[in-house]
């Protein structure tokens, strides 16, 4: 570059490349940040820098002198959100989102504390401010008259675009679908900055505002008629039989049901659950509902009986929503509410939304005790998480509504030598081989937890329901799949294999008489399911389950693709399946036809409730008038 040209921009470089330092000296000192490898380094020491070329880069529209004010303006406006980012990470342990900042609570937890958050070494923060300012005012060197040329602007901001996409790259090529499928705000500030982080937050809020503002309670009174149409009484034999006692739900990590009742080199994958199901209440056609939210979506059907989102992950979109969640109708019927699960709080941002739907504790990754030797692949590993739970779990007020949420079987499916109880399988895809022996020992870690509410005296007043929480083998893996089914994997195969188990067990009840329930239904019937066991009207829910042991529930389920299945049809892509033979019906499609309206309704009310955050017009059982919403 010509020296013209770089005085130009002296400023500019420098200002970047102090900020830049300080932002990546930030990362390793103020925050938490896990580093697995030198890729990942790199990312994190490369991501601030297409925010910061581009925000100071504005300063080229400047005249000299008020260009360099301008980029001392932004190095001030720019370490403000990273001193607030780290004042708030130091009390919270998370970075800021919008939401947040509005949440009078947190705020007002920080409060008067802000000023003792306070450290010496945050003087540090300012030391290039302090410098710049210093700069401008006595270095003649950093003032010319000159302006940026057009073509050195455009230049400049094609540079800009360039480090941007060379981030996005590189971190999409870590971490697929990081922005579709994650939504932790570790793995984003980690992956494209703090800052970004911040502008893509806004951009979802923005969203989620706009939608929100223009609904009003009439939405909600077409839906409640909708819902209210398709209610059925729940069973009213088994209403109430397991009246007053604990509820421990368990979310399977990525358990589909094709495991259950299978041998893989003449072993059984889960013989727990083989014995278990014996004793239980077993729902056979029973299917997962979600979509890119993964676990958090699978959370929020079970919590609240409503679909997840066809795009995002709930938990991250509108975590903030007034919803009628499980923990809030357990609360009005005694009972205490808490999820356990090792991870940190800020996955999938359950932090927030455990507030949102009322739980009273979230025991997360510090509520565990956690070290290189118990854990593996993604964290602390089934069989300690379960222990250690019993453990918390004496201590809760009883009766308890509490959701253990496993890991172990996560992909890549990662496990010890010694954990090792059944052989990887033989195919070309190492995940489906893998994923044999985790599963396995996830099984293994269920029949201590059992023996151990035994042991401990929780398991006789309890109830324990066990579900999948979507798949873990996806259709890339299917020729592997195929093999071990010894069947080729179709459209139609492929959605059966979005059966996942459920079951639920009631000690001195389903042990004495258990039932196979071969009705069709999926996660948003879990709910509606238990509270009747337990004897919890959820009539007045807007829900979209039903009780699945209801004699009268339909034989239809809806996956958030659109795809349904009803007693003998599969519906997936557009066409309509015999689920006798696997194959494709065209000269009697009406088997298919009443439901494919039905179904995208079903699922566009959902959406509706969640976008335009509608059960806020629903007050005690009553929509209230939409136009004073309670002042949010
Ligand atoms: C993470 C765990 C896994 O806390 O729930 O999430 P997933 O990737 O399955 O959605
Ligand atoms: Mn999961």
Redesign the pocket.
Known sequence: MRRGSFSKISFLVLATIFMWLKTYIIYKTSFNIKIENITQEFILFINPLSFLLFIFGIGLFFKEKNRNRYILAASFFVTFILMANVIFYRFYDDFLTIPVLFQTSNMGDLGSSITSLFEISDLFMVLDLLILLWLYKSNPKFKTDLRATRKEKTAYFLLVAAVFFFNLGIAEAERPQLLTRSFDREMLVKNISVFNFHLYDAMLQSKQSAQRALADSNSLTEIQNYVDANRVDPNEELAGIAKGRNVIAISL??TQSFVVNKKLNGKEITPYLNDLIKESYNFTNFYHQTGQG???DSEFIVDNSLYPLGRGAVFFTNPGNKYMASPDIFKENGYYSSVM?A?NKS??NRDLVYDSFGYDKFFDLDSYNVNEDNSIG?GLKDKEFFEQSVELMKEMPQPFYTRL?T?TN?FPFELGEEDKMIDEYDSSSRTLNRYFPTVRYQDEALKRFIEKLKEDGLYENSIIVLYG??YGISENHNEAMGQFLGKEITPFEETQLQKVPFVVHIPGITDKGPKTIEKVGGQIDIRPTIMNLLGINTEDQIQFGNDLLSKEKQDLTVLRDGSFITKDRLYTDGVCYDKATGEPIDEEPEGCEPFIEKAKQELSYSDEIVYGDLLRFYKENKIVDGSKPDGQ
């Open positions: 990590e990525s993964k676990t958090s699960h991870n996955f999938w993604w949420i890991l996560h929480d979507h």
